[in-house]
């Protein structure tokens, strides 16, 4: 995303152009500036963390997922029975 910032100086204006811009809430950018506090090995603790969360999560997801399909073709197999 781009973000264009206009400003007036005296009779002169100025347009600086940023690119990649995020809106954060301030917990997020503690946490970020936290982050960026630790140490290059802490840093990559917390990511190895952060994707072993993230990837437990997906695998969690996708057995909901996989259950409910079964459930979804079970039911009609059901309903003929009574």
Known sequence: MQLFVVMK?????????????????????FFLDDFDSLSAEAQRQVTDLV???KQRHQ????????????L?????RLATKF
């Open 9 to 29: 100086r005296g009779e002169d204006w100025w347009i600086k152009k940023l690119l990649n811009t995020r809106k954060l809430t301030l917990e997020r950018q």
């Open 51 to 53: 994707a072993g969360l």
């Open 72 to 76: 979804i073709g079970f039911l009609p």
């Open 59 to 70: 695998a969690d997801q996708s057995r909901v997922f996989n259950n409910d399909r079964w």
